[in-house]
């Protein structure tokens, strides 16, 4: 699936085999092409969608708001974005052909720290400089590439304020399972998550990877089980984490606590379990507030509310992140006063202003720092629950046996 996308208007294209599309063009002289190979069919679309919605919502809006200043001269934005399928070795290859055939200016990352693992690849190897919000993963920025920046915060630290919370709560959780996905995010997560239970003086009863898109979590919920694990953490994706919670619930494993490093800022997820969604912890480095502010949409809240006009559900951290990457090019594009990819990355390298996603200020690896707040399910909805040093709203804990809800 191909679409072209100018100044906000979407238009169909004939695609070819593999994904890729016919008729590829080149930006015209007044335009400024982005491209995207993202996910928006496959295991992983309900979330690849958050940033091909994103990338064009953004475009949108900047080229509504008058486009983009290089060197006096005025430009718009125009994106030219392909569908992966959910599959690594065609996102390669459609990245190759965004940079080598179709000639775009700049690329925009896909959904998935794998995804960006091997893409960010493409990038480095023709230094085009790519900004992508879809990817965590430390590996992603051990490698010493230049020409990849990326706007989540290190996977490292997703359980980061989540664990400490840990020591304000009552009882304290002693007794910890950690659980994650074979991917590079996960993987990340946890290598991050080690030694900060360890710094905390928890027990680690249960220390286990299983393979991404795993559907069963029996003997993984046996285990936990048997171990009398207080807290459960699991790092993996979306459809894991629905597969885990309902099993949990068939097999009536009630710890006090469990917290999950996606689904629960999702509007998605939370239909998906219903009732059963209640007490689940996760984290986000992003809510809607009308103190995050930018030159494009006004504020967060402004731009949760474009958001929910456009598309008819829910922003969250990946939507608002998407959104920040585009801007994080423009900012820079028009600092640097010229499309050449070296100076433009030198100014992404340097970029330091405040977004409607929070504080973008790329470190030396090409990743910045967002602290990660703990929400929570309460009555339906994600609920701001510890920010790292204090209670914002007080936890439903410990979570209730499933028998008793």
């Known amino acids: 699936?191909?679409?072209?996308?100018?100044?906000?208007?979407?238009?169909?294209?004939?695609?070819?085999?593999?994904?890729?599309?016919?008729?590829?063009?080149?930006?015209?002289?007044?335009?400024?092409?982005?491209?995207?190979?993202?996910?928006?069919?496959?295991p992983v679309a309900n979330t690849g969608r958050y940033y091909n919605d994103a990338y064009k919502l953004a475009i949108d809006q900047i080229n509504r708001k008058g486009g983009v200043t290089v060197g006096g001269k005025k430009y718009t934005l125009a994106l030219k974005i392909y569908d992966n399928q959910s599959d690594v070795n065609l996102s390669v290859r459609q990245y190759t052909q965004l940079v080598s055939q179709d000639k775009v200016n700049f690329l925009l990352g896909p959904f998935a720290s794998n995804f960006a693992l091997a893409d960010s690849a493409v990038s480095e190897?023709?230094?085009?400089?790519?900004?992508?919000?879809?990817?965590?993963?430390?590996?992603?920025?051990?490698?010493?590439?230049?020409?990849?920046?990326?706007?989540?915060?290190?996977?490292?630290?997703?359980?980061?304020?989540?664990?400490?919370?840990?020591?304000?709560?009552?009882?304290?959780?002693?007794?910890?399972?950690?659980l994650y996905a074979d991917d590079a995010f996960d993987v990340s997560v946890a290598k991050g998550t080690r030694p900060l239970l360890k710094e905390a003086g928890a027990d680690t009863v249960l220390d286990e990877r299983y393979s991404s898109n795993a559907s069963d979590f029996n003997t993984l919920l046996s285990q936990i089980k048997s171990k009398q694990a207080d807290a459960v953490l699991v790092a993996g994706h979306e459809t894991e984490i629905l597969n885990f919670i309902r099993q949990a619930k068939s097999l009536d494993v009630s710890p006090k606590f469990y917290s999950f490093t996606v689904g629960v800022p999702s509007e998605d997820f939370r239909k998906a379990l219903g009732k059963d969604a209640e007490?689940?912890?996760?984290?986000?480095?992003?809510?809607?507030?009308?103190?995050?502010?930018?030159?494009?949409?006004?504020?967060?809240?402004?731009?949760?509310?474009?958001?929910?006009?456009?598309?008819?559900y829910e922003p969250d951290y990946h939507a608002a992140s998407g959104v920040a990457d585009v801007e994080a090019l423009v900012k820079a594009i028009e600092k640097a006063g010229t499309l050449d990819p070296k100076a433009v990355r030198n100014a992404l390298a340097a970029s330091d202003f405040n977004s409607l996603y929070g504080h973008i200020k790329f470190a030396d690896n090409g990743q910045i720092h967002l602290d990660q707040t703990v929400i929570q399910v309460q009555n339906g909805k994600p609920v701001a629950v510890f920010d790292g040093d204090k209670f914002m709203t007080q936890p439903k804990y410990p979570m209730p046996d499933w028998s008793k809800r």
């Open 1 to 42: 699936m191909h679409t072209l996308f100018r100044q906000g208007l979407p238009c169909a294209a004939v695609a070819l085999a593999l994904g890729l599309a016919s008729g590829a063009s080149q930006a015209a002289d007044d335009q400024i092409l982005l491209g995207a190979s993202v996910q928006l069919t496959g």
């Open 279 to 312: 007490y689940a912890f996760g984290m986000t480095a992003w809510l809607p507030s009308e103190t995050l502010k930018d030159e494009w949409f006004g504020d967060a809240s402004q731009f949760a509310k474009s958001w929910g006009a456009q598309y008819r």
């Open 125 to 178: 190897k023709y230094q085009v400089p790519m900004v992508q919000g879809g990817g965590a993963s430390d590996q992603i920025f051990s490698r010493g590439f230049k020409y990849v920046f990326g706007t989540l915060a290190p996977a490292s630290d997703y359980f980061g304020s989540t664990i400490k919370m840990f020591k304000q709560l009552k009882p304290e959780p002693a007794k910890v399972a950690l």
